[in-house]
């Protein structure tokens, strides 16, 4: 039983890695702009923080 539980988390582990490594970098470019006086919010930070919404949604309830 361990082992298949181990089996599972491991993959579903980097998969949200991956996410959250892509979250960093964008708000890392987000920040950037910013400095540069660019304070339009690209469409692709929208639909992240919308997603990781719904994730925590859906883990919290």
Do not use: C, G, H
Request: hydrophobic residues 45%; charged residues 25%.
């Amino acid at each position: 039983m361990p082992v298949i539980l181990i089996a599972i988390s491991i993959p579903y582990f980097f998969l949200n890695l991956n996410d959250f490594i892509f979250v960093k970098k964008t708000f890392y470019y987000y920040r950037e702009k910013i400095k540069r006086n660019d304070f339009s919010v690209p469409t692709y930070i929208k639909n992240l923080y919308l997603k990781l919404i719904k994730r925590q949604a859906r883990r919290t309830w």
